[in-house]
T-cell receptor, first 114, second 113 residues
Framework: GAVVSQHPSRVICKSGTSVKIECRSLDFQATTMFWYRQFPKQSLMLMATSNEGSKATYEQGVEKDKFLINHASLTLSTLTVTSAHPEDSSFYIC??????????FGPGTRLTVL | AQSVTQPDIHITVSEGASLELRCNYSYGATPYLFWYVQSPGQGLQLLLKYFSGDTLVQGIKGFEAEFKRSQSSFNLRKPSVHWSDAAEYFCAVVPPGNEKLTFGTGTRLTIIP
């Protein structure tokens, strides 16, 4: 199957700083990538849909100025959590869409904001 | 409201026993259906999917799922579980005309010796 990587796998940062998470499709081109957030013992919640070369589409309730998404190439999308606070601590997972209606997921990034 | 439901939050099964995890959906038309597995602190791995055709779908790791239109269900089964199957299992759907996945709340599977 298609492979998606994320970097870093874990990050700890101080409150008020910004953190960038990378999502790469290693063996396919992803016109569309998705970003999810998962709280402990909960399901995945879609944050935004990232389309190469255009602005991301955010789900209702997700602050676009706080969660900046850039999809500059067909193999890379980045999520920047700006001015992070402890409530932003979560597990962030991206996915890529190599074919219609089948997403492949990255291994996730654990963000801890102190 | 459109939704996907996993009624069982937590299931405990003895190693070697059979397993069935339930998934029901509520959409006007049949969505695309998926089952994913997630080990602790890891991403999601696709077990199997249903788009159309044969309603009994075979997946990886010995899992299968059956689509039942009359019951709006897509239950996951395995005839004999292994300790390595302990994980969180998510049913997910892509509604018709959409590309976004909607996840169920998940079922945590515990395997006892």
């Amino acid at each position: 199957g298609a492979v998606v990587s994320q970097h870093p796998s874990r990050v700890i940062c101080k409150s008020g700083t910004s953190v960038k998470i990378e999502c790469r499709s290693l063996d396919f081109q992803a016109t569309t990538m998705f970003w999810y957030r998962q709280f402990p013992k909960q399901s995945l919640m879609l944050m935004a849909t990232s389309n190469e070369g255009s602005k991301a589409t955010y789900e209702q309730g997700v602050e676009k100025d706080k969660f900046l998404i850039n999809h500059a190439s067909l193999t890379l999308s980045t999520l920047t959590v700006t001015s992070a606070h402890p409530e932003d601590s979560s597990f962030y997972i991206c996915s890529g869409l190599p074919s219609y209606n089948e997403q492949f997921f990255g291994p996730g990034t654990r963000l801890t904001v102190l | 409201a459109q939704s996907v439901t996993q009624p069982d939050i937590h299931i405990t099964v003895s190693e070697g026993a059979s397993l069935e995890l339930r998934c029901n959906y509520s959409y006007g038309a049949t969505p695309y259906l998926f089952w994913y597995v997630q080990s602790p602190g890891q991403g999601l791995q696709l077990l199997l999917k249903y788009f159309s055709g044969d309603t009994l779908v075979q997946g990886i790791k010995g899992f299968e799922a059956e689509f039942k239109r009359s019951q709006s269900s897509f239950n996951l089964r395995k005839p004999s579980v292994h300790w390595s199957d302990a994980a969180e299992y998510f049913c997910a759907v892509v509604p018709p005309g959409n590309e976004k996945l909607t996840f169920g709340t998940g079922t945590r599977l515990t395997i006892i010796p």
